[in-house]
């Protein structure tokens, strides 16, 4: 019995009329514009491992409407050291331990699991298919696909599958150390698709098992993957409700603590056929996608200004003036991963204002600058009687 009043609370906490709401809070203080329609959207998980599991539950506690999860590993004790997961589900399916734990947190979202290998010939078609039909009410798309996978094939299989269908989604990874991960948003034919810049290694026409040490596996950390899995939610809720800027790339290393925010466009001479006809349909039709929306600014007028008293700042911009912003100069290194500020060159420097008719080389510049400062006081006064 209290196992049921318990999961009825954690239902009722998306509800408007809950003044306690903390997910509807969100809309009071006006960071979204309606919160409430997050009920109304799809999104499709491809693996639920370390990272698509705690997504998963991070928008099962959302209110998301309707979540599709897709794997086919077993739990195994040796997925304990992450999160979501416990002992008692070892052996179980991960699509079926997962969809069980999430309809216990939260009864009103959809969870639909599909225990498959998205990369076999017989099952890609029904994963288009699910793609192309798996809103909410079943009668359209789904909002987004999060790829939460842990293999190229997989990854190259999602992409095939979102060029297609012309279908937004979102890739992510966890390093082989476990100490640094990302999160990249695909629009097909506006942002690079994963096969517009694949790794070397791939690139190199190597096999991808060559990648696999004899005797090691790779490392993972709750840490890390529930960072990773936070940037890829967070995005995702700021791409459905439409606040704040959407990510297009986000790197991260744990080592440093250093964030890399790259923007990708995409590589005309991909070799998805699909990714090129993107390209030239949103050529033809530009969709401007609104990615950082402008904030309403308030004026702040004090209540009894009788006088319209305001305070402004007394700094004027030199548009001359070269100036570099500190904020931007984090830049990506190999060894230190920041670039410091002494090493920062100028494309153009643009030369000392002088009278438009009298052309003055660098040369004479120097020669004149140097003579005036090995000139006395004395001789300094009689030139300038002079003129």
């Known amino acids: 019995m209290a196992s049921r009043v318990r999961i009825e609370k954690m239902s009722a906490e998306v509800v408007d009329t809950n003044p306690y709401s903390r997910l509807m809070a969100l809309q009071r203080m006006g960071i979204v514009q309606d919160y409430e329609r997050i009920r109304e959207f799809s999104v499709m998980i491809v693996g639920v491992g370390g990272v698509g599991s705690v997504a998963a539950e991070m928008l099962t506690r959302c209110g998301i409407g309707k979540l599709l999860l ?46 498959m290998n998205i990369t ?22 789904v909002d987004l ?41 695909i629009v097909p034919g506006k942002t690079a698709c994963f096969a517009c810049a694949p790794p070397l290694i791939l690139a190199s026409n190597i096999d991808e098992s060559t990648l ?12 890390t993957m529930g960072i990773v899995a936070g940037f890829l939610v967070q995005n995702t809720l700021k791409y459905l409700l439409k606040f704040g800027r959407v990510s ?29 006809k993107r390209q030239l349909e949103k050529q033809l039709n530009p969709i401007v996608i609104e990615e950082n929306p402008q904030q309403t600014i308030t004026k702040v007028v004090h209540e009894s200004n009788e006088w319209g008293i305001e305070l402004v700042s007394d700094s004027v911009d030199d548009p001359n003036e070269n100036t570099v912003d500190r904020n931007r100069i984090q830049l990506a290194s190999s060894s230190t991963g920041t670039v410091s500020l002494d090493q920062v060159k100028y494309q153009y420097v643009p030369k000392v204002k002088c009278d438009p008719q009298v052309e003055v080389s660098d040369e004479t510049s120097a020669a004149s600058t140097k003579q005036d400062d090995d000139m006395s006081i004395e001789d300094l006064m009689a030139k300038m009687k002079e003129m």
């Open 70 to 115: 897709y794997d086919y590993d077993k739990v195994e004790l040796a997925n304990m050291n992450r999160l979501f997961y416990q002992p008692h589900q070892a052996g179980l399916s991960k699509v079926e331990a997962a969809a069980d734990t999430l309809r216990f947190i939260n009864p009103d979202v959809i969870i639909e699991s599909y225990n």
């Open 120 to 141: 076999k010939v017989e099952n890609f078609p029904l994963f288009m298919e699910k793609i192309r039909t798996g809103n909410k009410n079943n009668s359209g798309p």
């Open 145 to 185: 696909v999060l790829s939460c996978v842990d293999n190229f094939g997989a990854r190259m299989t999602i992409n095939t599958a979102c060029n297609e269908l012309d279908q937004t989604w979102m890739e992510s990874g966890v390093s082989e150390n476990a100490v640094s991960g990302h999160i990249q948003l």
């Open 212 to 223: 696999k040490r004899e005797g090691v596996c790779a490392a993972s950390l709750p840490t």
């Open 248 to 276: 297009n790339y986000v790197g991260y290393n744990a080592l440093e603590d250093h964030f890399l925010i790259l923007t990708l466009k995409p590589n005309d001479d991909c070799d998805d056929s699909y990714c090129r």
